[in-house]
């Protein structure tokens, strides 16, 4: 914090860079330690205000090397899982968790108080401010990031609740989602409420059943990632899946519904005369390459796109064939 004085003296000039130096330190290169190998002692020892925490920690870390210089004294890919498994640095985390901890329990209390009427920037004030003076003074810690974390806590989510609150007080009203279609239908998406979204209630009554939602999604997931990889290794030309007119994306053959095998475009596939039944368009039926049977069934527009292709497959391989269709 700048101090009024300060700002005094420089004219009541509110130029951020007279107060706040930006430049970036000038990174000191050891040349012997390029060449002779080690790590300069000086480089550690600028990180002596993580040592005050954790002083057994710069030992685990480092070992001497020569007069000035240290090696590391644990692997590259081990730093980080020394730093975290070290009992100064997990005693530090845990009194600073708790540190935390002891203030959002005031904060609750002075929250949940909250009626209608109340003012959402005086409360955002005195929260910034309790939290600003709960973390003066600790080590590692700069009280300015935390209360940006709140700040952006505050701009993402909470001032949304704290102004229903201040409006409407503690009372959560569910509305309904509705949706219009493109034909103008109305479509019920189910509900949703500004003051207690969805997911608190989803995560506090029903979290065994999400979970398990969660665990079949990413099985899900998985099994489509490994339908993916076959189809693209075993779905060429020569591929084991080449008959497999889905795998292939090849729309211009019909399959056979029980063996999805394709129906070879040079066999007659419909020779029955026109029916009542379906569409009137080759509703005989069909045979594919391993002896199944069937009619075409369905909609008019399917049935009638089936019988065209057939037709136009018998013209191309000189078997016209019983073209007829009823009016």
């Known amino acids: 914090m ?3 004085a300060e700002i005094e003296r420089n004219e009541f000039n509110l130029n951020l860079p007279r107060y706040i130096d930006s430049q970036t330190p000038e990174d000191l290169q050891d040349i012997a330690g390029h060449l002779q190998g080690g790590i300069p002692a000086a ?3 600028a990180l002596q205000r993580y040592w005050a925490v954790c002083p057994q920690l710069r030992h685990t870390l480092f070992k001497a090397n020569r007069p000035g210089y240290v090696d590391l004294a644990v692997e590259k890919s081990a730093i980080k899982f020394a730093i975290y498994e070290h009992p100064e640095f997990t005693a530090f985390i845990a009194g600073m968790n708790a540190h935390f901890a002891a203030w959002r329990q005031t904060s609750a209390a002075t929250l949940k108080g909250l009626q209608a009427g109340c003012h959402p ?6 929260l910034a401010e309790s939290l600003l003076a709960h973390y003066a003074g600790k080590p590692l810690i700069d009280p ?7 700040m952006d806590y505050w701009a993402e ?4 609740d704290c102004y229903l609150i201040a409006a409407d007080g503690w009372r959560a009203e569910t509305t309904r989602i509705i949706e219009k279609d493109k034909k103008g239908k109305e479509k019920d998406r189910g509900w949703t409420c500004d003051l207690i979204p969805k997911v608190l209630i989803v995560a506090r009554y029903f979290a065994k059943e999400q979970a398990a939602i969660d665990q079949l999604a990413a ?4 099994v489509a990632v490994r339908l993916s990889e076959m189809e693209e290794e075993h779905g060429g030309e020569e591929g084991a899946f080449a008959d497999f007119d889905k795998v292939n994306k090849d729309r211009s053959l019909p399959t056979c519904g029980p063996c999805r095998a394709r129906i070879q475009p040079h066999r007659r596939v419909c020779r029955d005369r026109p029916t009542k039944a379906g569409c009137g368009l080759y509703c005989g039926g069909w045979r594919c390459d391993r002896g ?6 369905g909609s008019h527009r399917g049935s009638q796109a089936v019988a065209t292709g057939h037709a136009r497959r ?6 016209p064939g019983d073209t007829r269709a009823s009016p």
């Open 292 to 297: 199944h049977r069937g009619s075409h069934r």
């Open 157 to 160: 989510t909470m001032q949304d």
């Open 2 to 4: 700048v101090p009024f």
């Open 219 to 222: 099985e899900l997931e998985g």
């Open 144 to 150: 300015y990031d935390v209360y940006l974390h709140l």
């Open 314 to 319: 018998d013209e191309a391989h000189g078997d």
């Open 43 to 45: 480089d550690v020892d």
């Open 121 to 126: 920037k005086e409360v955002i004030v005195a």
